[in-house]
């Protein structure tokens, strides 16, 4: 009827049009009696609240889907919080276009096979996991949905297991193209099409995955044999473990169990594949959790639950620094995380790593590099750090912060000294802060969900003077530990230590690869800081623009280039570490630094440094923060780069470490 008609695809939907989709559409079912304008501005906040949800972005920004979501959101009161779940209502929805027949059209339509099929819910769903699979299969290269083409599709459709014969297989793709829904026809005449795709790439991932569990017990060897492929498949496994736990009823947690014991074998992984099957193991298990995996005994032959579990921590630690993809590494930090990482130097302040930065000079700055912007370049690059002093190797994470937290960090009296400037500037009062961007006072930092929140993730959501303050707290508790002396403070470092720190001095530890440089630089704060017998030697690039080298590596650290997209766990870029044993240096997060923002040369002298360090200078003026951070491009993380904030701001990017510096 409307071949003659032109098709087009409408845009994804940007934040703007997804809010005036869900008012409009709340907004006529309140014009239509079915709520009233209560309940309407209700469901357009929650809706509105699901469809602009980090997870749920990607699908909403689809007009299609967002009105596919709509109508669950109408139906079900609500989202389901499980994706799964949300991706299976879809589907039903999507096929039910299918199923119902439109007004008008006669019993003679459809030949009685098809309509038989078209009502049977199981046939009808496996036939659209089976070509989701052939098109996740084909599509490989794409990073949209891949075409199914219409003569394999016949093909495929007329097999015995599906529809059986080539008529109905061709009945059914010439109903599919006369109906919108779960597959669409492309290309040539519109009334036979040439191919077919899904309407968006993650319905073709979750049908597949779907797919690839449907053999239940033995699937994990389906998915062990598709990790040679690289991370392809791994968001159609993982969606299919999903259905398996959340829609598979009773045997849904076995099932779930034997994907993931199988993909963590007994035995030892020492292939690229092997370790990303383990991988694909954790991101499973993490759906149980390891106390509930933990309770597990009805699967001897994998070895029952806690020693799956002994096996999977460690390696899914290992996985940190492995070979795998620098977005996989971060799916194995978020994955530790939720299974519970067992590195102490990350979980608890007692453990905290530093690494040691013996007293010399160092470059600091730009000079005749064409990345370097006008505020870094310096004539004078010689600084003079004529001190000892102690970085600590990794941001401050999540689980480290919230130990000043639970120690009352924010409202024991005891520590209200610690908040003198922040009191002074109105970001403090009363055991709260309130920042530029708080709409109420607080006492922990902004939560951002997962992965921002994870115990493993660096701490972001919190101001520069809570920054503050937790560098106070530390300092009265390692020196009543004996850790530190008394003449020894925990504070930011300056923009100078911090870059220092980076790319390193003129001269630097004579080390033997990154084991050597742990071993040699590196102290818990609970074994003492002492300074450690080093042999120095020239620097052979003082002037170095990141800390491994001259040249990007997304490999090396967190920026755009990673495809990561967000701050991944500490330490899962080793390959990135600078000269004194530091990592993250560069991406990742912004870090802060007492200094504040002027311009070039940084004073040599005690005085003018102090000046330029002064902690009590007012909530207006900016400060320093150094490394770039996981949304940059690789000229905004190198050593030199600076960049400057209001310290009673915070977001999702701004982060810490701190330093141990002698009483100057």
């Known amino acids: 009827m409307f071949s003659s008609f032109p098709s087009h695809t409408l845009a994804p939907f940007e934040e703007e049009k997804i809010k005036a989709f869900v008012t409009a559409w709340y907004n006529t079912q309140k014009m239509m009696g079915r709520v009233d304008a209560v309940q309407a501005q209700e469901k357009i ?13 990607e699908l909403s920004s689809n007009p299609m889907m967002l009105t596919t979501m709509a109508i669950i959101h ?6 389901p919080k499980e994706r799964v779940r949300l991706y299976h209502l879809a589907v039903d929805v999507l096929l039910r276009r299918w199923q119902k027949r439109k007004t008008g059209e006669g019993d ?40 199914l083409d219409r003569g394999f599709a016949l093909k495929l459709l007329e097999q015995p297991e599906y529809l059986g014969a080539a008529a109905l297989a061709d009945e059914f793709l010439n109903y599919v193209d006369e109906r919108a829904g779960l597959l669409v026809g492309q290309g040539a005449d519109p009334k036979r099409p040439l191919n077919y795709s899904f309407p968006h790439r993650s319905f073709q991932e979750y049908l597949a995955g779907c797919y690839l569990v449907s053999s239940s017990r033995h699937a994990w060897e389906t998915l062990w044999n598709l990790t040679n492929e690289g991370d392809y498949w791994a968001r159609a496994a993982q969606l299919g473990a999903e259905e398996r736990l959340y829609n598979g009823g009773s045997k849904g947690k076995l099932d779930v169990l034997d994907l993931a014991y199988g993909l963590c074998p007994v035995n030892p992984i020492s292939t690229l594949p092997a370790r990303r099957a383990c991988l694909w193991s954790a991101n499973i298990a993490a759906l149980l959790g390891s106390d509930e995996i933990a309770q597990d005994k009805a699967h001897p032959e994998h070895g029952h639950g806690p020693v799956y579990l002994q096996r999977l921590l460690p390696r899914t630690q290992e996985l940190l620094v492995s070979d795998l993809t620098p ?5 194995a930090g978020i994955a530790l995380a939720r299974l519970g990482d067992e590195r102490k130097e990350v979980a608890t302040i007692n453990h905290m790593q530093f690494c040691f930065v013996p007293r010399g000079p160092f470059c600091m700055g730009s000079v005749n590099d064409d990345m370097a912007w006008d505020d870094e ?3 004078n690059v010689i600084r003079l750090m004529d001190y000892d002093y102690w970085i600590s190797r990794l941001p401050i994470t999540n689980a480290q912060f919230e130990e000043f937290v639970q120690a009352g960090g924010y409202h024991n009296d005891e520590y209200r000294r610690f908040w003198q400037e922040a009191e002074k500037a109105g970001v403090w009062q009363e055991g709260r802060v309130k ?28 101001t520069w003077y809570e920054m503050l303050a937790f560098t106070r707290w530390l300092t009265v508790l390692f020196q009543r530990n004996g850790w530190i002396s008394h003449n020894i403070h925990i504070c930011l470092p300056s923009e100078a230590e911090w870059e220092k720190a980076a790319r390193g001095g003129e001269k630097i530890p004579d080390v033997r690869g990154l084991d050597g440089a742990k071993q040699a630089q590196r102290r818990s704060i609970c074994d003492k800081l002492e300074a450690p017998s080093l042999t120095l030697i020239p620097n052979p690039d003082p002037q170095r623009r990141y800390p491994w080298g001259p040249e990007p590596d997304p490999n090396r650290a967190n920026y755009t280039d990673s495809g990561i997209g967000s701050p991944s766990t500490v330490g899962c870029f080793s390959l990135g570490t600078t000269p004194y044993g530091c990592e993250d240096m560069s991406g990742n997060v912004w870090e802060w630094t007492r200094s504040l923002w002027e311009k070039y040369p940084y004073p040599d002298d005690i005085k003018a440094r102090t000046e330029r360090e002064n902690l009590s200078a007012s909530r207006d003026v900016a400060r320093v923060v150094r490394g770039g951070a996981f949304h940059l491009y690789h000229r905004n993380v190198r050593c030199a780069f ?21 009483l100057l």
């Open 377 to 379: 370049k310096t004539p």
């Open 108 to 147: 003679g339509a459809l030949s009685k096979a098809m309509s038989d099929f078209l009502k049977d819910d199981r046939r009808l769903r496996e036939v659209m996991e089976r070509l989701a699979f052939e098109a996740h299969r084909l599509g490989k290269d794409k990073k949209e949905a891949a075409d």
């Open 45 to 57: 906040d929650d809706l509105t609240r699901a469809a602009l949800d980090r997870d749920l972005l």
């Open 642 to 662: 600076r960049y400057w904030y209001y310290p009673n701001l915070w977001y999702f990017n701004f982060g810490f470490r701190v330093a141990a510096l002698p």
């Open 74 to 79: 109408q139906r079900e009161i609500g989202l």
């Open 435 to 462: 920042g530029l961007r708080d709409d109420e006072p607080r006492s922990r930092p902004h939560d951002f969900g997962a992965p921002f929140n994870l115990p493993n993730h660096p701490v972001v959501g919190i």
């Open 327 to 331: 977005a996989e590494r971060a799916e």
